[in-house]
C-alpha cells in the first residue's frame, strides 16, 4: 500500500512565523499535491507537483509556496503565518489510479 | 454552478439501512471517479476507483456511474456505525494531461445503532 506521511499531525505557530510542512510518499509517484481542508469549502488545492524540482499553482497559493527537492519529499512553506491560515493540511501523492492522502496536518495559529 | 456538486448532509440512517450517496458533475471530459472516506480528523482515504460508465462492486460498496446523466453514486449495503463518516466524489480527466482531481464538498453520514 502506498504510504504518504506528514510530519506533524497537530501544530500550533505564531502569527508571522515561517512554518513548514513535510510530506513523505513510499511509492515513487510523480504527482504530489498540497491542500487544504475547511468546513463547508471542501478541499482546495494549494500547490501540485508533477516532478522533482517543478511546481505549479493551485487554486488558493497566496501566503504559500512550495519545495520539491526529491520526488519523494514535497514541502508547504507558509512564508508568514497568518490566522487565516489555521487549517487541516493534507498532502496527497498518486499516478492515476486514484490519489493516497496522508493523515494530515491541523495548524492552528494563534 | 461547481464542476462537482454533493449534498453535505448529514445524511442520518438506522444500523442495516442501504445508503445512497451521490455526485452530479458538469465537465463531460470526466473519465475517471473515485469515492473516498473520511473519519474526522483524518485524511480521506479511497474507497473506489471506476472508469467511465458502469458498476463496480466492492464488498458492501456498490460504485455507479451514469456519464450519459453525469451522475455518480455509492451505494453501501446493510451500514454499520463504523461506516459513519464523510464521503467526498473525486473526478477528473487526462485532457491536457491533466491529473488534478476535482472534489466534491463531501456528504456527512450518520449510521445510528
Known amino acids: 500500500d502506498v504510504k504518504v506521511t506528514q510530519s506533524s499531525r497537530y501544530l500550533v505557530k505564531r502569527t508571522g512565523e515561517k512554518v513548514f510542512l513535510e510530506c513523505v510518499q513510499d511509492?515513487?509517484?510523480?504527482?504530489m499535491f498540497w491542500y487544504r481542508q475547511d468546513p463547508g469549502l471542501g478541499l482546495r488545492l494549494i500547490y501540485f507537483?508533477?516532478?522533482?524540482?517543478?511546481?505549479e499553482k493551485g487554486d488558493i497559493p497566496e501566503g504559500y509556496s512550495v519545495s520539491r527537492e526529491k520526488k519523494e519529499r514535497f514541502s508547504l512553506i507558509l512564508e508568514s503565518a497568518s490566522t487565516n491560515q489555521t487549517s487541516m493540511y493534507l498532502c496527497?501523492?498518486?499516478?492515476?489510479?486514484?490519489?493516497?492522502f496522508g493523515s494530515g496536518t491541523r495548524l492552528t495559529v494563534v | 454552478q461547481k464542476e462537482v456538486e454533493q449534498d453535505p448532509g448529514p445524511l442520518s440512517v438506522p444500523e442495516g439501512a442501504i445508503v445512497s450517496l451521490n455526485c452530479t458533475y458538469s465537465?463531460?471530459?470526466?473519465?475517471?471517479f473515485m469515492w473516498y472516506r473520511q473519519y474526522s480528523r483524518k485524511g480521506p482515504e479511497l474507497l473506489m476507483y471506476?472508469?467511465?460508465?458502469g458498476n463496480k462492486e466492492d464488498g458492501r460498496f456498490t460504485a455507479q456511474v451514469d456519464k450519459s446523466s453525469k451522475y455518480i453514486s455509492l451505494f453501501i449495503r446493510d451500514s454499520q456505525p463504523s461506516d459513519s463518516a464523510t464521503y467526498l466524489c473525486?473526478?477528473?480527466?487526462?485532457?491536457?494531461?491533466?491529473?488534478?482531481?476535482?472534489f466534491g464538498r463531501g456528504t456527512s453520514l450518520i449510521v445510528h445503532p
Open positions: 511509492m515513487d509517484h510523480e504527482n
Open positions: 496527497a501523492s498518486g499516478q492515476g489510479r486514484g490519489y493516497t
Open positions: 471506476t472508469y467511465s460508465s
Open positions: 465537465n463531460s471530459a470526466f473519465q475517471y
Open positions: 473525486a473526478m477528473w480527466s487526462r485532457a491536457g494531461g491533466s491529473y488534478i482531481p476535482t
Open positions: 507537483s508533477y516532478d522533482v524540482k517543478m511546481k
